[in-house]
Structure formats: C-alpha cells, structure tokens
C-alpha cells in the first residue's frame, strides 16, 4: 500500500504522531505557539480508540508532574509548551532525569526573555543542552527541522528515552510548529498492556507483586556516597548516549569552502542562502545538527581543518555557536550571526550576514 | 503453664501490620506518622490491595514513607503529589492510589495542585498530617500555624496581620464538586485511631468505587517542632489545635 502523504501543521503532526506511537498520556497547559497539540488530540479522542489519555492541567507545573506520575507507571507519557512554559517545567525535568524517567517532551520555542514574543525563536538552546534545572544532568534533545521529523521524532525521542530511561526533547521553533508541509506519519502500534510494561520495564510502579521488592521512584539519596554512586551511574549513561546517539546532517560539506551550522527552521533557510551562494560561485556547507545533545562535536571538527571559515547561524545571540566553537578548538574562525526577538531572517540576508564576517 | 504454651497465633490479639517492614523509623518519638503509617499499612493488607497500590510521598518528614510500607511508591517534588497522583490513577483505573502529605507540602507549595485535583474529582486518596509547623527543615511557620503560635520563623509567635491566618484549606476543598468525602480525624487516644482508621478504609474505598476525591486530614501533633514532651503535645493539640480546626466529617456524600 501506498504512503498516505497529508498535509498538516508542526504541531498537528505531533499530536497524530503520538497516538500512531501508543502513547499512553499527554498532559498540557495552552500556551501559544503549540496549543494545536493539544487542541488536536483533544479532536482526535485517543480515549475513546487506543486509550491514551489526554488531560488539560492546570499549570505547566502540575502537567510535567503528571508527566513523571505517568512514566513512574512505565507508561509512555508526554508533555509540551513553549518557551515560558518549559522554564516552569524545569524543576520536573531535573526530577525526571534523577529518577530516571523515560518521557517526551516538545518546547515549540518562542521569543524571550520573559514572556517575551510569541514569534519564533532558537533562543533555549543553553537552557535545553546546558542544563535548564538543578543538578548534573542531560536531557535527549531533538531538533526538528521539518513537519516530517516532527512527527518522526516523536518515535524517535520515546525510543531512546526508553532506550536509557532519561527524558527526551524535542526542540523545535514556532516556524517548525506553525508551517505546513507534507508529511507521512507513522503507522498506528498498539499501546503496551500492563503485562508487557511489567516485563519490558521491571522498575515501573504497578504495584508489587509478590516475585518482587517494592519498586520505589525517586530522585532523594541522603547518603551523598550513595548520592555520588548514582550521579556516577548517571554520568556513564550520559556518556553511552554521546557515544551512539549523535545524528546530523550533511549538505554539500565535502568541498565547501566555508560550514554553516543551523539546526531546525534556521537550516532550512541557511539551505535557501547555500542556493544563493551556489549561484554566485560561493560554496557553502551546512552541517545541521539533529540532536543538540549528544552535540556532533567530531563532524564539524572533521571541517575545520578543511574550510575557510565557520559560521553558526541561530536565532538567537549565540547559543550553539559556543559548542562549534569547541568542536573547532581555535583552528579556523568561527562566526555568528542570529536574529533576536522572534524576528526570522531572509536568506539573502544570510548570505550577506556570511560574506562580511567570513569573506 | 509456660509462657511458650500462651505465645500461640490463635492467642493473638495484636501484631504488626504485615505490610510494615523492619526498618528502623527516622520519625521522633511522640510523632502521629508513624500511627498513620501503620493504619495505611493494615488497610491496605485487608482490602487485599497489596499488589495494586501506588503510594505517594511528599517532601516533608513523611518523604521516606516509602522505606516502611512495602508497596510500590512515587517520590513527589515538593507540593506535586496530587498532579503524580492524577496520572498515576488516570493511567491505571484500577489501583488505589494515595497521596501522603504534610501542611506545608500540601496547603503552601502544593496548594494549586491540591484544589485542582480535588476539582477534577480525581479519583484518589490525599491523606493530609497537619500539626501546624513545618516538622523536617526544623520548625518553621506552615499555613496551618496557629495565631499567635512560636516558630522559627515567627518566633515572638504568628501575627496574622503580617503573616496571614491558618488555613483551612480542607473546608476549601470540602466545598469543591469533585470530593465527595473531606473530614478532619486525630490520632493522640485509642479512640481517635479507630476513627481514622475508618476514615482512611473509607477513602480508599471511594477511590476504588470512583466517586471522586477524599481527603483525610489528620491533625497531629509535632512535639519536637512544638518543643513539648509527647504528652504535653497531645493535651495542647486538644486545647488549641481542635479549636482552630474541629474534629469530624465536612462533607460525607
């Protein structure tokens, strides 16, 4: 049979993506620019055909706690927001990652500081990769850049969440949430019975059977050597995940004389400048990272001793543009240019962004 | 006769509850947790629930509930037990699931996740300790603290022009569509145990019947915070802590 190929929002194909997926729970708090997420499975009523549930929560806060409720059970749950909303989320996070809980979560970016724009904006990127709540952890981070890996990624970013019970983002700008592409989704799989959640995660609380301990979730250890051990345990995870999981892509980055790096709707315009270039005789790279973190420190290393120069393209004041300067160590020059405020550039103004620093 | 010939079970008038493990508890001697534990524990064991109830600790002194009650626990943030309670039971129809939570976790941080829990009507327990003082970080003022009451954070006592008054937040919550059974026990005589001990049994049941959200207040004492011996604890709860907040059902539908 063919691939039914429809044509939908960034938002709307999560929310389609999520009951194909069998997720169990999605809880939320409106905030724009995402609200067709919830909006959407509202319209659908999973309840009512796999059984997913769908709860509009009170506050952020109360959402990503029902979402470390939900994946304490081993159930596969989920949250999103934007911007303001996901700094209200932190303090889930960390505990979701001490506990280590396996979840999904999509901040459909937006302006700030503060309650800032509701325009689009790569401006989290320190909070997503760097740190965002208390306490030595990583967060899975995905950077769609396309309504197909919106949906694709919802897939993906359960899986390895699973994969290394560790909450997993999907990190992606209020362009990517708001445009309208084609997209293909996933075909529909059953959700897990309570058996199967027993067997694949023996740690979720389903109540204690008699062949068992009591299985207890959470992030508390008094005994800072005890404490230390699971930060350990944690660190080594961390490490597995750098070691297998890093994704990026490649357009024309073999004989470029000069690399951009852009991730999510910034790539997809940088591509349009590369076009540009490509008429003028420039030859441009992009190397679009698809998971912040793990970071593709190595690919772009790989360039810098082969270009001219290096350029992150971000929509923001130079966030990302921190990590591609370590991946090139000093060896090239390494530029930024971003957009602020919500405000998206042309690709023309890219390119001339391109030519004056780096040219 | 021996005394071997009298230890038989079929003399047994009393006996641990079966679901309370050997740990040794880390509450101060005097305090109601451990009373409430062993309710929770034996309720539990008779409704035959054992293997599918998810408890929910808070952040206060009862945050390691979990290492004395042998079933399957969530760990909550500060004042998030009703909102990890919420998913836990909407997830899983058919547990019992209950919440444990102190005044401050559940009447200050906790208070947005608290009402709107019980406004939805979830179908869960909240067992509720309130002995007016913050127990665990060392005897602070709660939103449960008494006018006038001396803590180490209002230590020439509470002016509720400055600090605001006790809350009664489980009246608040009583007035809610989505309880159905709010009421306020003790457990300092024999007497009062019995009677929580129904209450809690009736919680959990409700949860189970899908009827909505209880909520058990049990008010305590924390002699330790309140710096008084056991006793003297248990006969200033009486005089002080009943007035402000009397025993019995607020609402039983």
């Known amino acids: 049979m063919a691939e039914e190929v429809k044509l939908m929002k960034g938002n709307e194909a999560i929310a389609h993506a999520a009951i194909r997926y069998g997720a169990d729970g999605y809880f939320g708090y409106p905030i724009t620019p995402q609200s067709e997420i919830m909006e959407t499975l509202m319209e659908e009523k999973p309840w009512e055909t796999t059984g997913m549930v769908v709860l509009q929560a009170e506050s952020e806060l109360a959402a990503i706690n029902m979402v470390y409720g939900g994946a304490g059970c081993g159930k596969a749950v989920m949250t999103s927001s934007s911007s303001p909303g996901v700094s209200l989320k932190q303090e889930g996070i960390s505990y979701m990652a001490g506990a280590e809980l396996p979840a999904l979560i999509v901040n459909v970016m937006r302006g700030g500081p503060g309650l800032g724009t509701i325009q689009p904006s790569q401006a989290d990127y320190f909070q997503t990769v760097k740190g965002g709540g208390h306490g030595d952890y990583r967060l899975i981070t995905l950077a769609p850049a396309s309504v197909q890996e919106m949906a694709d990624f919802v897939t993906l970013g359960f899986d390895l969440a699973f994969k290394y019970r560790n909450p997993s983002m999907i990190l992606a700008d209020g362009i990517i949430g708001q445009m309208m592409e084609k997209v293909v989704l996933p075909p529909f799989r059953p959700r897990l019975t309570e058996e199967e959640i027993r067997a694949a995660r023996p740690w979720a609380t389903l109540g204690k059977r008699a062949d068992r301990k009591p299985n207890i979730i959470t992030s508390l250890e008094l005994d800072p050597a005890r404490m230390e051990e699971n930060n350990i345990r944690f660190?080594?995870?961390?490490?597995?995940?750098?070691?297998?999981?890093?994704?990026?892509?490649?357009?024309?980055?073999?004989?470029a004389d000069y690399l951009i790096v852009a991730f999510g709707s910034m790539?997809?315009?940088?591509?349009?400048?590369q076009e540009l270039a490509a008429a003028e005789g420039i030859k441009l790279g992009l190397l679009r990272p698809i998971t912040l973190w793990p970071f593709p420190y190595e690919a772009i290393s790989h360039y810098a001793d082969?270009?001219?120069?290096?350029?992150?393209?971000?929509l923001n004041a130079g966030q990302m543009v921190e990590d591609v300067r370590l991946a090139v160590n000093g060896r090239v020059k390494v530029e930024h240019f971003g957009r602020l405020g919500g405000i998206v550039p042309t690709p023309d103004e890219v390119l001339c962004a391109i030519k004056e620093k780096l040219m | 006769m021996d005394i071997q010939d009298i230890i038989k079970p079929e003399n047994l008038v009393y006996d641990k509850p079966r679901l309370m493990n050997d740990n040794p508890m880390h509450y101060c001697p005097g305090c109601s947790h451990g009373v409430v534990h062993k309710l929770i524990a034996e309720i539990i064991d008779e409704m035959g629930m054992e293997e599918s109830s998810v408890g929910i600790a808070p952040v206060g002194c009862a945050v390691f509930a979990y290492n004395y009650i042998d079933i399957d626990w969530q760990e909550a943030a500060h004042g998030r037990a009703p909102a990890i309670a919420t998913a836990v039971k909407r997830l899983n129809p058919d547990k019992l699931v209950f919440t444990y939570q102190g005044d401050g976790d559940l009447a200050a941080i906790g208070t947005a996740e608290t009402i709107h829990a019980c406004?939805?009507?979830?179908?869960?327990?909240?067992?509720?300790?309130?002995?007016?003082?913050?127990?665990?970080?060392g005897g602070q003022m709660a939103p449960?603290?008494?006018?006038?009451?001396?803590?180490?954070?209002?230590?020439?006592?509470?002016?509720?022009?400055?600090?605001?008054?006790?809350l009664k937040?489980?009246?608040?919550?009583?007035?809610?569509?989505?309880?159905?059974y709010v009421t306020r026990q003790s457990v300092h005589t024999a007497a009062a145990i019995?009677?929580?001990?129904?209450a809690i049994r009736q919680a959990f049941e409700n949860s189970m019947a899908k009827k909505g959200t209880s909520l058990v207040e049990v008010v305590s004492t924390c002699n330790s915070g309140w710096k008084m011996s056991p006793e003297k604890a248990n006969t200033w709860m009486e005089e002080n802590m009943f007035a402000k907040y009397p025993m019995g059902d607020l609402k039983n539908e």
């Open chain 2, 119 to 137: 406004n939805r009507g979830e179908n869960i327990a909240i067992i509720f300790i309130n002995n007016g003082i913050y127990g665990m970080t």
């Open chain 1, 235 to 255: 660190q080594a995870k961390y490490a597995e995940i750098e070691k297998h999981e890093v994704r990026y892509e490649e357009i024309d980055c073999e004989d």
């Open chain 2, 194 to 198: 019995k009677k929580t001990k129904k």
């Open chain 1, 306 to 314: 082969k270009v001219k120069g290096v350029i992150s393209i971000e």
């Open chain 1, 267 to 273: 790539a997809r315009i940088c591509q349009k400048a």
């Open chain 2, 144 to 166: 449960t603290t008494l006018e006038g009451m001396v803590t180490a954070t209002c230590p020439y006592g509470r002016n509720v022009e400055l600090y605001g008054y006790p």
């Open chain 2, 169 to 180: 937040i489980s009246d608040l919550v009583a007035k809610l569509d989505g309880t159905c």
